[in-house]
């Protein structure tokens, strides 16, 4: 278990190197305990499993003031488990279940029992900033619309494979428009050459 806690930990502190979200973001992830241990999705969950990969990813988002919402699997319509102060402050609506290891899976399990104020809710409504997925358990439904992959270089945990993203704001305008300050910044000059 100290492995898996060591490579969430890992995977989370290169995330959050790549892309440093800010206070008050919200990561989502998902993850299958079944396939960390090399078996298929919901066949063999494992607390055990779910406590150490929390254990390893938690400590860096909280340091950070993120919001953590771990997504349940299919048996509960992908329904999440946030703090209670996240679904207010994310406008969420919470719904009434309690996950477990064969409805809910072991990680959503796990931080229910680990969360200070925890409720479930049903959606992100796309509002999540970056998250991981480990195992292949689709949490882009959660993310905000233009969502990015980040190349970690750790790409499993255990024998689950591991994806994390980012997301940005939608690029907007037509042809004259430009998308970085630097190129803003050298129109801005140009036009300026040519006053008069």
């Excluded at 996240?86 to 959503?108: D, I, M, Q």
Aim: aromatic content about 6%; proline content about 6%; charged content about 25%.
């Amino acid at each position: 278990m100290e492995g898996i806690r060591k490579a969430a930990e890992r995977a989370i502190l290169e995330f959050l190197d790549l892309f440093p979200m800010p206070r008050g973001s919200l990561f989502v992830l998902g993850g299958s305990t079944s396939e960390v241990l090399g078996e298929k999705v919901g066949t063999k969950p494992s607390l055990e499993v779910a406590e150490a990969i929390l254990e390893g990813l938690l400590p860096p988002l909280l340091e950070r003031g993120i919001w953590i919402a771990v997504q349940g699997c299919e048996h509960l319509n992908r329904a999440l488990v946030v703090e209670r102060e996240a679904a207010r402050t994310y406008s969420l609506e919470e719904v009434t279940v309690f996950p477990h290891p064969k409805a809910g899976g072991s990680l959503a399990t796990a931080a229910f029992l680990r969360f200070q104020d925890p409720v479930m809710v049903e959606s992100l409504k796309a509002q999540a900033h970056g998250g991981m997925d480990i195992g292949g358990v689709l949490i882009g439904m959660h993310l905000r619309p233009v969502a990015v992959p980040l190349r970690l270089s750790l790409r499993r945990i255990g024998e689950a494979v591991l994806i994390a993203a980012k997301t940005r704001p939608k690029l907007v305008g037509g042809a004259r428009a430009v998308y970085t300050q630097e190129e803003m910044l050298r129109k801005l000059e140009e036009y300026r050459q040519k006053l008069p």
